[in-house]
Every structure is written in structure tokens, then in C-alpha cells.
């Protein structure tokens, strides 16, 4: 998101510097919100998917420089840590068949990406946490051989003042303590991009955070990490937890860099407001772009410094704005794990995609019913329990009933169907 990381030691006037830009940028959002033709356009989706690289015993194997050398493909990069690669699809309408579309490039991504693997004697392993990962494999000496990663680790670690800490109870206990960041590469996701008229995106925003527990709990795939049996959707505890600046002192007072949310959105600047006033920056790099200049011009201004600092903080549905294309904004889901197929990771696609638009339409109904803290409670129980978790929903009698998530996903595909044809696919 933005712009480009080739330090890792900041001064404090980087930091107040990097301040006051960040407050200039959300002050020309906000004008650019205002303009009544901003973000107007067709609907299109777009997907990221992050991959594993492992060795012919189904081992992670640090490849990922080597890889993206032979591709020598802008659509493919590197991750975290050096057995991840991350492939961005071209968007594509919402409208037709996007669905045939995103098949499509997800399987000649993969084929690409096996056939270079297989030059580095590596497969690629698409799954929400490599089963077979094991502490040793993590660490800084992990990290890709970029900036980023070790200005991020390095920021990370010194506002938390002491080692990371992860406690995860499932079927076993996971406790450990780390001095980086290295475990949340383990977690690879499918994410998935819709971009909505800034008039409709509290509407979406607001119905992705609603209908994200039924898609997560229908498509958890990452059950094991480190040996250890822990949630149907491990991802979700160890991002937020392996990122964690909180320390038990801070803990009731600040909010993770990993949530779910602060509640239900009012207008679609508030998500960007919330990540600059709840998270201190940890990345203070700025380019000399006026944004006010560019408003002034009449053009859409980059606002890398609210970007990247929106890059660091991780929602599960994320607010995203781009400069391209005359400007727009996107509901980013971030909850999806990769794999295990492509064919999988596409219906996961549609049923999220589908629950979103189908729902927008009512959602200012549907959150005066719905608290925002049962629509969190629901997502972490997703992520814990799958398919066998006990959801709250609204009913159409305006009450809210707990329902078992399996009948709960029977009873939404249809309203899944009607979203995707009442928007033309």
C-alpha cells in the first residue's frame, strides 16, 4: 500500500513529521468523500492469495527471492517470511462471470508458480497454516530480505517493550514468547477485494462485518500450528496475538492492531480516523506529495502516509482507498484462509461476496437490531469453533436467535444467490 520501505532506524522528527502528514491526508479524505462523482464506477472484485513454499517432504523451504526471479512477474511477490509468495489478481467486474474469471487466474498463477517452484526443487502449498510449519522454522532469520519486514518486526517490538506472547487454547495449549513478528507468516489468506461507490460503502463495509462469521466458519482450513491442535481457524488468534504491541498493563486500554472492529461505521471515513486514533505509527516514511495541492488541481491525491499507516493496522474487513482509477474505495475481506483448492477458495469467493451484497441492502435495519459486539462474539467463535459454532442472527421478526452455523450457511445460500444475481453475475 503505497510507499516503498528502505530503513529501518527513524528519528523522532520522522515520527512528527510522518503526524502531521497522516492528519493532512485524512483531512483531504474527507474532502474527496465529500465530492459527490468520487469513487463512482462499476463494481469490480479482486483477490490476493498467499502461498507456501515447501521441499519435497512437505517441508517450508526458504525460495521465495529465487522464485520471483525466474517469474519476473509484477502480479507476484514476496511475503513475510521467506517460504511465502503472494499473487494479486487483475480485478475484474463484478457484473458477468467473475467468478470463471478468478478460477482462471488463480490456476495459471499456480501453475506458473509450480513450474518456477519446481526449477528450486520446492512445490507450492496453498493452506491457511502449513501443518507441517514447526517453531524452528520461524524466527528473524526467516524474514525475507526486505526493509519492510524488519522496520515492521523492529517498530513492532519496541513499542511492545518486551517479547510477543502467544496463548492459544484449543484441543492442546499453545504458550510461547518470540522477539519478532516471524509467526505471523505463518498464516497465509485469501483475500478478497470489492470495490463499492463511496455513496454505498458504509452500506458494505457494515454488511461484510455482519455476514463474516458464516463465511469464516464454512471455510476454516487451519486447524493445526506447530504441532499443536488449537482453533478450526487458527490464523485468526496467532495474527492478532504474534503483532500484539498491548502489554498486560496496556492491555484493557488499547486495541489490537488485529480486530475486528470498533463497531458498526457511520460514514466511510470512519474506519481510516479510527486506525490513526487508536495506533501509533510505526512506520514514519513520507514522500513530499501536498495533498491539498492535488485536491486544488482537481486530482485525486495519493495519500501514501495515510495508506501505509492503514497498512498496519489489520482489520478483518478493511477499508481501502486507491488512487487508481479516478479514485475509489473497497471493502477488503481479510478473514478467508488460503486453500485448500482453487475451486474452494472461489465458492468461499461467492459466498462471502454474495452475503455482503445480499445484506447491504437492509443493513441499516439489520445493525438496529444486531449489536456490533455479537457480530464480533460471532467471527471469534467462527474462527474457533467452524461449522460448529453457535452464531447470533437477526430474524425477520426483529429478534436475534443463536443458531447452529451449519443450518445457519444452509439458510443463507439462497439469500447468497440473490446477492450475486441481483448484482448481475
Not at 41 to 48: C, L, V
Not at 86 to 110: I, K, S, T, V
Not at 248 to 257: L, N
Not at 291 to 319: I, M, Q
Amino acid at each position: 500500500m503505497g510507499v516503498s520501505i528502505d530503513r529501518t532506524d527513524f528519528s523522532p522528527h520522522d515520527y512528527a513529521r510522518f503526524q502531521d502528514r497522516l492528519e493532512a491526508d485524512l483531512a483531504a479524505l474527507a474532502r474527496l468523500l465529500a465530492r459527490r462523482d468520487f469513487g463512482r464506477g462499476p463494481r469490480s472484485i479482486g483477490t490476493e492469495l498467499e502461498v507456501n513454499l515447501i521441499d519435497e517432504d512437505a517441508r517450508p523451504k526458504a525460495c521465495n527471492e529465487e522464485i520471483i526471479a525466474r517469474l519476473s512477474d509484477p502480479q507476484v511477490t514476496v511475503e513475510l517470511n521467506r517460504f511465502n509468495l503472494e499473487f494479486n489478481a487483475a480485478p475484474a467486474p463484478l457484473a458477468g462471470r467473475p467468478f470463471a474469471d478468478m478460477r482462471a487466474q488463480l490456476e495459471q498463477a499456480l501453475a506458473r508458480l509450480g513450474s518456477a517452484a519446481r526449477e528450486e526443487s520446492a512445490r507450492v502449498a496453498v493452506v491457511g497454516i502449513l501443518p507441517t510449519l514447526r517453531l524452528h522454522d520461524l524466527g528473524h532469520h526467516a524474514f525475507s530480505d526486505r526493509p519492510r519486514y524488519h522496520a515492521l518486526s523492529k517498530a513492532l517490538r519496541r513499542k511492545r517493550g518486551e517479547p510477543f506472547r502467544v496463548h492459544i487454547e484449543g484441543q492442546d495449549s499453545l504458550q510461547l514468547r518470540t522477539d519478532d513478528v516471524s509467526l505471523e507468516g505463518a498464516n497465509t489468506s485469501f483475500q478478497v477485494h470489492l470495490r463499492v461507490a463511496a455513496a454505498d460503502f458504509v452500506r458494505h463495509h457494515n454488511a461484510a462485518q455482519l455476514t463474516a462469521a458464516p463465511a469464516l466458519a464454512v471455510a476454516g482450513n487451519s486447524p493445526f500450528f506447530a504441532e499443536h491442535r488449537l482453533w478450526e481457524e487458527t490464523r485468526v488468534a496467532l495474527f492478532k496475538q504474534s503483532v500484539d504491541v498491548r502489554t498486560d498493563a496496556a492491555f484493557a486500554r488499547g486495541r489490537s492492531r488485529v480486530s475486528f472492529g470498533r463497531g458498526w461505521i457511520q460514514h466511510a471515513i470512519d474506519p481510516f480516523m479510527g486506525g490513526a486514533l487508536d495506533h501509533d505509527v510505526v512506520l514514519p516514511v513520507t514522500r513530499g506529495e501536498d495533498p491539498f495541492s492535488a485536491l486544488a488541481r482537481g486530482e485525486v491525491p495519493e495519500l501514501d502516509v495515510l495508506r501505509l499507516h492503514h497498512s498496519t493496522v489489520w482489520s478483518w474487513n478493511r477499508a481501502v482507498y486507491d488512487p487508481a482509477d479516478g479514485g475509489h474505495l473497497r471493502v477488503e475481506h481479510r478473514s478467508l484462509p488460503a486453500g485448500p483448492t482453487v475451486v474452494d477458495m472461489v465458492a468461499n469467493a461467492a459466498f462471502t461476496l454474495g452475503l455482503t451484497l445480499r445484506f447491504a441492502d437492509d443493513i441499516d435495519l439489520l445493525t438496529r437490531v444486531m449489536p456490533f459486539e455479537l457480530a464480533s462474539r460471532n467471527f471469534y467463535a467462527a474462527a474457533k469453533r467452524g461449522l460448529l459454532a453457535q452464531l447470533a442472527w437477526p430474524d425477520a421478526d426483529g429478534s436475534v436467535r443463536t443458531r447452529g452455523a451449519r443450518e445457519l450457511v444452509f439458510a443463507l445460500l439462497p439469500e447468497t444467490a440473490r446477492g450475486l444475481t441481483n448484482a448481475g453475475v
